[in-house]
Nanobody, 114 residues
């Protein structure tokens, strides 16, 4: 399984970005997909997750501003980010979880300027 994240960039406070993560392998539709982020000097944290059945969960810090979605036919998971804040600046990673296995993408940088 390979995960390829894209869509990061530089945006001003209050702006929006959409991250995408493309997965290889037929197991995508059976997996839970997650977005994590890691800011400089901080631990990696879970931002959002979506189960194979479409149930979503968000960190309190992004709830109401970020939306995670998946397209099983395209084998992609997306993270729509709006009302971005400087504290959202981080490298964002997608993660696939299925049974006891996990796979990580390479990360994409999101920078929010003030």
């Amino acid at each position: 399984v390979q995960l390829q994240a894209s869509g990061g960039g530089l945006v001003q406070r209050g702006g929006s970005l959409r991250l995408s993560c493309a997965a290889s392998g037929f197991i995508f539709k059976y997996s839970t997909m997650q977005w994590f982020r890691q800011a400089p000097g901080k631990q990696r944290e879970l931002v959002a997750s979506i189960t194979s059945g479409g149930r979503t969960n968000y960190a309190d810090s992004v709830n109401g501003r970020f939306t995670i979605s998946r397209d099983n036919a395209q084998r992609t998971v997306s993270l729509r980010m709006s009302s971005l804040k400087p504290e959202d600046t981080a490298v964002y990673y997608c993660r696939m979880v299925i049974t006891l296995f996990e796979y990580w993408g390479q990360g994409t940088q999101v920078t929010v300027s003030s």
